[in-house]
């Protein structure tokens, strides 16, 4: 027995195999160690750069647009717009043309489709040596028409995605021309030209027209809804009954009802239900913009009626009103829009970037050549996102233009360095 324990104990396998373990140990918790002191040396900062933005307090809704509009009347037969959206006529004046067949009639839409291209080049081509040389314009205005035409292909609007894309489509012809590549028009006209020569005129003579009834402005695009509301009494409008309309057009097939529509006022309506508690700082008369959500567009509109409410009400209609009108705005029906009642110019800091400081105040710090330093300064908005901080050069604390804000880092104090 002695023996074989003497065997076990100077056994090199047994030996072997505990020193391993404790080798391996050791270094576990060496490495664990280094870890962590790497972790407490080395913090990644993240920074964002300071510029001054606004940002408003505002309130989504869904909005009714409602116009003082009618139907336009056809023959029954076949017809051809001669107005386009948004344009204003005058009484008699002509709004569409009409035709003895569809094909008469279409070989007139693409005549007068192809003058009008012509005209387009034989304009730019004249234009093409005065054009202004700011690129950087030009493109800004591409990416904004880029970001129309995905709006309202995403929005299924065939009317506005042909019309974006041919502004899109004027925008990179004449960015072309400013960075000076050549374009054929000769061979452009050319090409027209010769559409126009290959239809017969008098495939396509008009056998009518038809005319406007009052002055106001066409719109080739009807939804049904065109007399459902009551324009003259849209301060009359309560909570249940703008309700059941919103529900209407949301459950409508949304289809082309008719040829056509004449707005015949251009002061026209946004309403819309609201909490009473939202709306709290607007009152009746007062101005304010209104954005719509699935465009850049931006309406200055007033509050008609519907923000003075009594005490203890829920809800209220609201009623915006505008006199803006062109061809977007006369095929509104239904619209989610944000209203924007106070804004806010300065510095917006992520929460994640705020400290508070030994005296209680709400802080940032900034990397300044690889030393922290210690912002301050007026906070003039405050959300649970973001603060706003005022833009204030006589104050040798404040943000400053162009400061790298921390908006993650570790023990932050004025004048701690990082390398």
């Given amino acids: ?12 396998n047994v030996i072997s ?70 344009e204003k006529v005058k009484l008699k004046g002509n709004i569409a043309k009409t035709f003895s ?12 489709d192809l003058h009008s291209e012509l005209e387009y080049y034989v304009d730019l081509e004249s234009k093409s040596n005065g054009l202004s040389t700011d690129i950087e314009t030009i493109d800004r205005d591409i990416l904004s028409d880029v970001n129309d035409y995905i709006r309202a292909r995403n929005n299924t609007s065939v009317d506005k995605l042909s019309n974006y894309g041919d502004e899109l489509n004027d925008k990179l012809a004449r960015r072309q021309m400013i960075i000076g590549q050549a374009i054929d028009f000769s061979a452009v006209k050319g090409e027209l030209q010769s559409q126009i020569n290959a239809i017969d ?55 082309k009802k008719s040829f056509g529509k004449l707005v015949t006022s251009y002061e026209w309506y946004f309403c819309c239900v609201v909490d009473s508690d939202a709306i709290k700082d607007i009152h009746n008369g007062d101005k304010l913009d209104v954005a ?51 804004s806010y110019t300065g510095f917006k800091v992520p929460a994640s970037a705020i400290h508070v400081d030994e005296d209680g105040k709400k802080c940032v710090y900034a990397l300044v050549a690889n030393q922290v330093s210690k912002r301050s300064g007026d906070i003039i908005y405050s959300t649970k996102d973001f603060v706003v901080f005022s833009n204030d050069s006589s104050n ?23 390398t």
Avoid at 1 to 12: D, F, G, L, T, Y
Avoid at 101 to 112: D, H, P, R, T
Avoid at 227 to 245: G, H, M, P
Avoid at 312 to 320: F, H, N, R
């Fill in 1 to 12: 027995m002695a023996n074989s324990k003497k065997e076990k104990v100077n056994n090199p």
């Fill in 292 to 342: 719509l959500k699935d465009s850049d567009q931006i309406i200055s509109c007033k509050v008609v009626s519907g923000a003075d409410t009594d005490l203890g009400t829920k809800e209220t209609v609201l009623v915006l009103s505008s006199s803006k009108m062109n061809g977007e705005i006369t095929s509104m029906r239904l619209e989610d829009i944000e209203i924007r009642y106070n």
């Fill in 396 to 418: 040798s604390e404040s943000i400053r233009y162009y400061d790298q804000i921390i908006t993650k880092g570790k023990d932050l104090h004025d004048g701690k360095v990082y």
């Fill in 101 to 112: 067949s569809e094909e008469s009639a279409k070989n007139y839409s693409l005549l007068q």
């Fill in 201 to 255: 005129p008098n495939s396509c003579v008009p056998t009518g027209a038809i005319t406007a009834d009052e002055s106001g402005i066409f719109s080739s695009y009807t939804d049904g809804f065109e007399s459902s509301f009551n324009y003259d009494k849209i301060e009359e409008l309560n909570v249940n009954t703008l309700n059941s309309y919103i529900k209407q057009v949301e459950e409508s097939e949304n289809e």
């Fill in 17 to 86: 195999k505990d020193a391993f373990a404790i080798f391996f140990i050791i270094l576990a918790i060496g490495v664990y160690v280094f870890i962590e002191c790497y972790s407490a040396i080395h913090v990644d900062v993240e920074t964002v750069t300071a510029v001054t933005s606004t940002v408003y307090e505002s309130i989504d809704a869904k909005a009714l647009v409602i116009r003082d509009e009618h139907i336009v009347n056809d023959s029954g037969g076949v017809t051809v717009a001669c107005a386009q959206d948004g």
